[in-house]
């Protein structure tokens, strides 16, 4: 049964309205509130109907209860589900797991284009995985003892580390870091080994950015899914894994933009 899903809605007034509306798809530990400070507004003045969801057991969404057993294929079932309410095939915008997400869907349904912000590589997480281990090792344990990976960014050190600059004002920090939350332990072991991309079977023309500071994704991943996909990687510097909240989000927003523009969608 499908759960019901927190939407954010954001629409321009109408002599400004583009034909074809935005999705944005968020991350691990995140839900829909990571798009509503910047990347909601900014597109939602370029004329865009901005739609911003909380996957199953995220935010506002029902699931919670039962959030450590969905699965990538479920989260996938809730983008395909908040596409038909929307009605208009929109452009799709994931972060992290939400660029994963978007890969998956894109396999069995056609979009006018897509933005893959900092994205979980099609070969998956497992060197992500890796890192962690190698960086936390106590926590990386509690992690598969308790099958919660809430840990690995419990501490407003450690969402830092993983999430943002160094020069992230405090007040900030703490207000994105107190909206983290557990993630899908099933999910996470989808994206490294048991439900991977299949670029292949994707049509749909690919936007791929990242961010040279990344501490969860690679520069060398984020090139890895532009060649999966047949095109080039972009990469930010001076920025961190939140390319949507962290300093510099204005040159991110104009780049996918500007790349809208060009495709005149």
């Excluded at 321009?12 to 074809?20: N, R, Y």
């Excluded at 997400?101 to 912000?117: R, S």
């Excluded at 007040?171 to 099933?186: G, N, P, S």
Aim: aromatic share 10%.
């Amino acid at each position: 049964m499908q759960p019901k899903l927190e939407m954010l809605v954001e629409k321009p007034a109408s002599e400004k309205q583009k034909k074809t509306p935005l999705l944005f798809v968020h991350g691990m530990w995140h839900g829909a509130w990571c798009w509503q400070e910047n990347f909601l507004p900014y597109f939602t003045e370029k004329g865009y109907d901005s739609y911003a969801l909380s996957l199953r057991g995220h935010g506002n969404s029902e699931g919670r209860e039962r959030l450590r057993w969905a699965s990538l294929a479920q989260y996938v079932d809730d983008v395909a589900s908040v596409v038909e309410q929307i009605g208009t095939p929109p452009i799709l915008i994931g972060h992290s797991m939400g660029g994963m997400v978007v890969q998956k869907y894109l396999e069995k349904h056609q979009a006018p284009a897509a933005v893959l912000l900092a994205s979980a590589p099609p070969r998956g997480l497992l060197a992500a995985t890796v890192r962690v281990a190698t960086q936390q090792p106590l926590t990386f344990l509690k992690v598969n003892l308790t099958m919660s990976l809430y840990p690995i960014v419990g501490t407003a050190e450690r969402c830092k580390a993983f999430f943002f600059s160094d020069d992230i004002e405090d007040e900030r920090l703490m207000r994105y870091y107190k909206q983290l939350q557990d993630e899908a332990y099933r999910a996470y072991i989808d994206m490294i080994m048991l439900n991977l991309p299949r670029p292949k079977k994707v049509n749909t023309e690919l936007l791929v950015l990242g961010a040279k500071n990344d501490r969860a994704i690679s520069v060398k991943e984020v090139q890895a899914t532009a060649v999966a996909y047949k095109t080039k990687a972009e990469i930010f510097p001076d920025m961190a894994h939140d390319m949507m909240l962290d300093s510099g989000w204005e040159d991110v927003a104009d780049r996918i933009s500007n790349w809208l523009e060009e495709k005149e969608l």
